[in-house]
């Protein structure tokens, strides 16, 4: 497998506490790979550890064979890993296409961001219809969107995903999940997901990653995990 991401024996900390404990994980190229776990495992730490991103972290992360470690979240945003965290990083006050201009605030190409919007406004036409409004003002599945939208603007090779469902509705959920497989399809690009609704997320998932208090303690190919009696009863719920 070519890794896009790479973690060795990556640990993070806030001040004293430490949250995760030499993890070990790859993301393939074209790849989605989940981190599954409990409330608390660790899951957004890792993220943040790869992002460089409010956490004091140890171990060695390589994006596209190079080191990032120790990078700061700009110089790695602007090597192409785009962040979307779990409160969606959105400027509620400003208007949506604002919002998704802003996103591109590091390319200078302009005929190209032009193509780009109009491609996450074919892929989100929600995000069309609602241009002019405030991010505040959108449903939570449209700020979801707009979150998305913004972190495929930047043109990414590895988009960090942090709970897309958080505080959504079945269906929307539903719709957001079919988006991104509409993303996985025709973007070049790679992801690490951290989703609570194992369900769906093992479904869309190539390979998953079982984080429980900062450690690793199961990795395999998704339909493995689905399988996987203990897994069905703890996260699938049957
Ligand atoms: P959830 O599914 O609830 O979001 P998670 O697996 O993403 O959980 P993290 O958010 O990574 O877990 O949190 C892991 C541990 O780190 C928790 O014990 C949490 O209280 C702690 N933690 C998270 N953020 C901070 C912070 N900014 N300062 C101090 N401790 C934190």
Redesign the pocket.
């Known amino acids: 497998m070519t890794a896009v991401l790479e973690a060795r024996g990556l640990s993070a900390a806030?001040?004293h506490?430490h949250?995760l404990h030499d993890i070990d994980l790859a993301v393939g190229d074209g790849k989605v790979v989940l981190l599954l776990?409990?409330?608390?495992?660790?899951?957004?730490?890792?993220l943040r550890a790869i992002s460089n991103l409010?956490v004091r972290t140890r171990g060695e992360v390589t994006f596209l064979g190079t080191s990032i470690q120790g990078k700061s979240t700009e110089s790695i945003a602007r090597m192409g890993i785009a962040h979307v965290p779990?409160d969606r990083g959105t400027f509620l006050h400003l208007t949506v296409k604002d919002n998704l201009d802003l996103a591109t605030y590091c390319r200078s190409n302009k005929s190209l961001i032009r193509a780009d919007i109009q491609r996450v406004y074919d892929l989100f036409p929600r995000l069309k219809e609602r241009e002019r409004q405030a991010a505040g003002t959108l449903s939570g599945g449209e700020q979801q969107m707009l979150a998305i939208a913004r972190g495929l603007l930047s043109k990414p090779k590895l988009l960090l995903l942090d709970?897309p469902s958080f505080g959504l509705a079945p269906l929307v959920v539903e719709e957001i999940f079919q988006i991104l497989s509409e993303v996985r399809a025709n973007e070049a690009v790679s992801i690490l997901l951290?989703e609570?609704n194992a369900k769906i997320a093992l479904r869309f998932s190539d390979y998953c990653y079982l984080?429980e208090t900062?450690r690793i303690v199961m990795e395999g190919p998704a339909s493995r995990f689905i399988n996987d009696d203990a897994i069905r009863r703890s996260y699938l719920g049957y």
């Open positions: 806030y001040g506490l949250v776990g409990a409330n608390g495992a660790g899951k957004t730490t890792t409010m779990e709970e951290v609570q984080l900062g």
